[in-house]
C-alpha cells in the first residue's frame, strides 16, 4: 500500500528555486533516505510533507487514514510533565479504555446485577469486546514499551518522576524521539534522528526502525546507519530528484555506474551526430547524392539530442600536512584524574599514542571523552595526574564547539588574521578549497549556517600543519560529501591522530585503534569499529559462559523441571534459527534488488531496449526477480512478528 505519493512538487523561495518537479513514493515497510548536499531542500520536502511548508505546484498525495509521524532536526520536546507522564500522553486512548474496563467490572460486581441476567450478559459481551479491543491495541504492554523505549534512548537511570523542563537539550531531542517512536505513525519522517545518540543508543534505534512495520523516511548524515536501515534511497540534487535502489553504499555505486552509462551514451551520440553532419556537408550539393543527404538532414532533426550529464557538484577539496615530524612518542598521560566538583569524571587513567596511529576516542555519552581531549590541551585542570608529549610534538585541535564560530569577523579576515604575512590571494585559494568562492568570503562568521562555520573551522585547522590532530567530533555539521572529503584527507595525513566521534562509517575508514572510556577507564582494541564490536561481543558472551559454569548444571530434580528447562533450551535454538533465517533472507533481498537494479539499468540502454528478444528476456527476468523478492519479504515479515 502506498502511503505517500508526491509528483512533480516545486518550491522556491523568492526567485530562487529549491525543489523542481520532485517524485517520491513510499510504500508500508519501506525505509527510504533522502541524500544531497547541506541546502539542497531536503528538511524542505520533509516539512512539505508533513505539512508545515506549502508547496507552488504538483501533487502531495496522502492515503485517508495514514498517520504521519514527524520530527525535525534537533526538535527538544517542551513539557512541565515529568517524564513518564508525558509518555502517557501517547496512549491516552487506550488508558480511556481501561478505565471503562474498570467500570464495567465494578458493574458486574454488583450483587443485584446477578439477578438480572439478560443485563448481566449484555454487560459481560460489552466487556469482552472491549478487552479485546484492549488487548489489540496492546493495552496491556503499553507500560512495557514505554519502559523499552526510554531505556532503549538511554533513560534506564533517570528518574521518571523528572521534570522534563529541568533537562538538558540534548535529552530533550531524545525524549522527543521516544514519544514519536511510541506513537507507531504509518509514515515516520525523521529529520537527523542520530544527533545526540551515542553509539549504544544509536544500535538499539537501528535494532528498533529495523522491525518497525510502518514506513519511514530519513533524512541522515550518519552513512553507517543508513547502510544498516535503509532499502531505497532518493537524492536530492540541482533542485531535481533521483531514485536508487538498495542502501547509502548500493547508492554510490549504482550513481556512479549511472554517471558512467550516461557519458557514454552522450559521447555515441555525439559521435553519430558529427558523423551525418559531415555525411550531409560533403554530400548535399551533388546531384547524386542529395537525397540521402536530405534523408540524413531528417534523421538529425528527429533526433532526441541527450544533454551532457552533469558530474557531482563541487566538493571541498584539502589535505592536511605537516611541517616537520615528530619522534615515535607522541603522548604519554598517566595516572590522569579529572573531576567537577565532588563528582569524578575518571581517575588513574592511562592513554599512550605513538606516531602513525590513528585513536579513536569512544564510550557512551557522559562518560569523559570531551574531557579527557581538554584536559590533554590543558584547557581544563586535572586534580592529579601527568601529561607529557613527545619531541617536535606540534598540536592541531578541532573543538566541536569551535564549529560554533561567532566572530563578527568577515570569512576572509577570520583566517587572514591568523596569518597575516600570507597574500590575500593565497588565502581565497584555501577558502575556495573549503567551498568560500566569491562573496562567501565577506559573509560575517556569525551568520555561517552549522555546516559552513565546521568547514571554516577545518580550514585554520589545516593551515596549522601541525604533526598530532586532536578533533572532537569532526563530522558534525558537515553533509555527506564534506565527510568524505575529510576523511580522504585523514587517511592520507602523515601525522598522528586521537579524535572522538560517533560516526562509526568514519571509524571504520580513519581508525586504526579503538580506545573505549567507560567507568572512568580505558579498554584498547586494535583494529576499527567493527573490529571492537565483534571482539566486545565475543568477551560478553565468554564472560556469560564463565558465570553459568560457575554457577553450575542447572537442577531438575522435579520432572516438570527438567521439561521446562528443556522447552527453554529448545525455545533458544528455535530462536537462533529464526534470526539466523532471518539474515539470510535480509542478504537474499539485498542480492534481489541489486541484481533487479542492474536490470531495470540495463533495460534503459538503447541497445538493449531497441532489441525486442533481448528486452523482452529482461524484463521477463525482472519479473522474476520482484516474485521472488516479494516472497522473501513475506516471509521476512512472518519471522519479524
Not at 435 to 450: E, I, R
Not at 541 to 558: M, N, S, Y
Amino acid at each position: 500500500m502506498i502511503v505517500l505519493q508526491c509528483i512533480n512538487l516545486s518550491k522556491s523561495f523568492g526567485a530562487e528555486p529549491i525543489l523542481s518537479n520532485i517524485k517520491l513514493d513510499i510504500q508500508t515497510g519501506e525505509r527510504l533516505a533522502l541524500v544531497g548536499r547541506n541546502g539542497a531542500g531536503k528538511s524542505t520536502l520533509l516539512k512539505i510533507i508533513a505539512g508545515q511548508l506549502s508547496y507552488d505546484d504538483g501533487e502531495l498525495m496522502l492515503p485517508k487514514g495514514v498517520e504521519l509521524g514527524y520530527l525535525a532536526q534537533d526538535t527538544g520536546l517542551e513539557s512541565n510533565l515529568s517524564i513518564w507522564d508525558e509518555m502517557l500522553t501517547v496512549f491516552e486512548p487506550l488508558r480511556q479504555m481501561e478505565k471503562q474496563l474498570r467500570a464495567l467490572e465494578v458493574q458486574m460486581s454488583d450483587p443485584d446485577l446477578l439477578q438480572n441476567t439478560p443485563r448481566y450478559e449484555k454487560l459481560l459481551r460489552e466487556y469482552d469486546e472491549k478487552q479485546l479491543a484492549f488487548k489489540d491495541k496492546g493495552g496491556y504492554q503499553y507500560e512495557a514499551d514505554i519502559r523499552t523505549v526510554l531505556a532503549g534512548m538511554n533513560f534506564a537511570d533517570f528518574e521518571y518522576s523528572t521534570k522534563i523542563s529541568t533537562l538538558s537539550g540534548g535529552q530533550k531531542t531524545r525524549l522527543a524521539l521516544a514519544k514519536l517512536l511510541l506513537t507507531k505513525p504509518d509514515l515516520l519522517i525523521l529529520d537527523e534522528p542520530t544527533n545526540h545518540l551515542d553509539i549504544s543508543t544509536l544500535t538499539w534505534l537501528e535494532h528498533y526502525l529495523l522491525g518497525y512495520k510502518g514506513a519511514i523516511l530519513i533524512v541522515s548524515h550518519d552513512r553507517y546507519f543508513l547502510d544498516k536501515i535503509v532499502t531505497k534511497v532518493v537524492e536530492i540534487s540541482r533542485t531535481k530528484s533521483i531514485k536508487y535502489h538498495g542502501n547509502y553504499s548500493n547508492y554510490l555505486e549504482e550513481k556512479a555506474k549511472r554517471y558512467e552509462l550516461e557519458v557514454k551514451q552522450y559521447e555515441k551520440q555525439q559521435d553519430q551526430i558529427a558523423k551525418l553532419e559531415d555525411f550531409i556537408q560533403k554530400n548535399i550539393v551533388r546531384a547524386s547524392t542529395t537525397k540521402r543527404a536530405q534523408s540524413r538532414r531528417k534523421q538529425l532533426e528527429k533526433m532526441e539530442r541527450l544533454n551532457r550529464p552533469p558530474g557531482s557538484e563541487k566538493s571541498a577539496s584539502f589535505s592536511f600536512d605537516i611541517d616537520r615530524q615528530s619522534g615515535n612518542e607522541v603522548l604519554r598521560a598517566t595516572g590522569l584524574h579529572a573531576a567537577y566538583g565532588e563528582h569524578s569524571i575518571f581517575r588513574n587513567l592511562d592513554l599512550a599514542i605513538d606516531r602513525g596511529e590513528s585513536v579513536a576516542l569512544i564510550g557512551p555519552n557522559g562518560a569523559g571523552k570531551s574531557t579527557l581531549l581538554k584536559a590533554l590541551m590543558k584547557a581544563i585542570p586535572l586534580q592529579d595526574g601527568t601529561i607529557r608529549l613527545g619531541s617536535n610534538v606540534t598540536i592541531g585541535y578541532y573543538d566541536q564547539e569551535q564549529a560554533n564560530l561567532k566572530s563578527n569577523k568577515l570569512v576572509l579576515q577570520e583566517l587572514w588574521d591568523d596569518y597575516p604575512l600570507l597574500p590575500e590571494k593565497e588565502i581565497r585559494t584555501v577558502l575556495g578549497n573549503f567551498l568560500f568562492s566569491g562573496d562567501d568570503v565577506l559573509k560575517p562568521v556569525s551568520a555561517l549556517s552549522g555546516g559552513e562555520k565546521a568547514r571554516l573551522a577545518l580550514a585554520k585547522l589545516m593551515m596549522q600543519k601541525a604533526n598530532f590532530l586532536i578533533l572532537d567530533e569532526p563530522t558534525n555539521h558537515l553533509d555527506l560529501d564534506a565527510k568524505e572529503m575529510l576523511e580522504a584527507a585523514l587517511i592520507d595525513y602523515p601525522g598522528t591522530l586521537l579524535f572522538v566521534s560517533h560516526d562509526r562509517y568514519f571509524l571504520n575508514r580513519i581508525a586504526t585503534r579503538m580506545a573505549e572510556l567507560e567507568h572512568g577507564q580505558i579498554t584498547n582494541y586494535l583494529g576499527d569499529y567493527d573490529y571492537y564490536v565483534t571482539k566486545k561481543a565475543e568477551m560478553q558472551q565468554r564472560e556469560k559462559l564463565e558465570q553459568e559454569e560457575a554457577a553450575g548444571p542447572v537442577q531438575t530434580e522435579d520432572q516438570s523441571d527438567k521439561r521446562n528447562y528443556e522447552a527453554d533450551k529448545e525455545a533458544k535454538k528455535l530462536e537462533r534459527q529464526r534470526l539466523r533465517r532471518i539474515e539470510e533472507l535480509e542478504q537474499h533481498i539485498e542480492q534481489a534488488e541489486t541484481e533487479l537494479a542492474e536490470c531495470e539499468e540495463a533495460l534503459c540502454d538503447p541497445d538493449v531496449y531497441s532489441n525486442h528478444e533481448e528486452a523482452q528476456a529482461l524484463q521477463q527476468k525482472i519479473d522474476d526477480l520482484q516474485a521472488t523478492i516479494e516472497t522473501y519479504m513475506e516471509e521476512w515479515e512472518q519471522l519479524q512478528e
